[in-house]
């Protein structure tokens, strides 16, 4: 059992929807980060908030949009995004930003 | 930014030690060695990490070399359950962002 949860699982969108992975934690960690893995690849880093404030984005397009709303929350907004953004979203979090990290199992999000 | 080096796959008896190297030959001294593997549709688990000094856990033991140029995971006795792709990272800069490798997919068998 992961103590980092995502949802949804799974979705499937349309280009031109607009939709929101969120991920939750309750361990008090302080450090949250979006990660993208696409097939037998390892993950690569998206953003990463520190006591709620953005601290890294890795040049993300603007179609991917971060937001933390508490310390136990993240969300991820996505707006117009292209079949090549199908991929697991992994979320993780951490009790500082330098500490090791704790990942939930993803979102599988398929862009038609 | 210090990268790793990892075969891409290896095989270990199940109930055997499994040995897994990393090359991390351009680390700086105060970067950390973190290891993380990925068992098939989860996300990824931390094991265990280490700079100078070997160190042990209930998971894993990590041997560091003295130049600090190569690392190994031991798993001291595998189970079906350890088959999975083990990543060797290095953290990098004041972010500590982690570094990720492309990994070793261990398989234990029967």
């Known amino acids: 059992d992961t103590e980092v949860t995502q949802t949804p699982k799974h979705l499937v969108m349309g280009m031109t929807n607009k939709k929101s992975l969120k991920c939750e934690q309750h361990m008090g960690h302080r450090a949250m980060y979006w990660y993208k893995q696409k097939a037998k690849k390892p993950p690569e880093l998206m953003f990463v908030?520190?006591?709620?404030?953005?601290?890294i984005n890795e040049s993300v397009p603007s179609r991917f949009s971060p937001e933390c709303p508490n310390s136990s929350l993240l969300n991820l907004h996505l707006h117009a995004l292209q079949p090549e953004d199908s991929a697991l979203y992994l979320c993780a979090s951490s009790q500082v930003q330098a500490s090791p990290q704790h990942f939930g199992d993803g979102t599988r999000l398929s862009i038609l | 930014d210090a990268k790793t080096t990892q075969p891409t796959s290896m095989d270990c008896a199940e109930g055997r030690a499994a040995n897994l190297p990393c090359n991390h030959s351009t680390i700086s001294g105060n970067e950390y060695v973190y290891w993380y593997r990925q068992i098939h549709s989860q996300g990824p688990q931390y094991i265990i990490h280490?700079?100078?000094?070997?160190e042990t856990n209930e998971m894993a033991s990590l041997i560091i070399t003295e130049d600090r140029k190569s690392s190994t995971l031991i798993l001291p006795h595998a189970t079906l359950r350890d088959t999975a792709v083990y990543y060797c990272?290095?953290?990098?800069?004041?972010?500590?962002?982690?570094?990720w490798g492309l990994g070793t997919s261990l398989a234990v068998n029967p």
């Open positions: 990272i290095v953290n990098a800069g004041n972010n500590r962002k982690l570094i």
């Open positions: 908030y520190s006591y709620e404030k953005l601290s």
């Open positions: 280490g700079l100078k000094n070997n």
